[in-house]
């Protein structure tokens, strides 16, 4: 069975640091590029940040958002079979549920296919 779950999420003051977590089970991750999104009842989801396959491309080409660049970093563990996102600096803006996709489109963080997602996890940042 082809499973995301997100962890890592919580309440943090601004200036602070999340590290947040996505395991796959099921599947090889390896073989897919992944994205974080983020999505906020009030607006429309974000691609916040996404990372190649490290199968179809050695270099490991990632894609941030404007507004995270600078303070968030996408990496995987692949004997882990781990997408991580560190979330540094994190501002009461960054306040959302994150979750990981699988089917997206790189060049564009954006999704493709939804059928491969966590549940999210909540990020709160807040003073």
């Known amino acids: 069975q082809v499973q995301l779950v997100e962890s890592g999420g919580g309440l943090v003051q601004p200036g602070g640091s999340l590290n947040l977590s996505c395991t796959a089970s099921?599947?090889?991750?390896?073989?897919?590029?992944i994205g974080w999104f983020r999505q906020v009842q009030t607006k429309e989801r974000e691609g916040v940040s996404c990372?190649?396959?490290?199968?179809?491309?050695?270099?490991?080409?990632?894609y941030y958002a404007d507004s995270v660049k600078g303070r968030f970093t996408i990496s995987r563990d692949n004997a882990k079979n781990t997408v991580y996102l560190q979330m540094n600096n994190l501002k009461p803006e960054d306040t959302g549920v994150y979750y990981c996709?699988?089917?997206?489109?790189?060049?564009?963080?954006?999704?493709?296919?939804?059928?491969?997602r966590g549940q999210g996890t909540q990020v709160t940042v807040s003073s």
């Open positions: 996709v699988v089917g997206i489109y790189l060049k564009t963080c954006t999704v493709r296919d939804e059928s491969a």
């Open positions: 099921g599947f090889t991750l390896d073989y897919y590029a």
């Open positions: 990372i190649s396959s490290t199968v179809t491309s050695s270099g490991g080409v990632t």
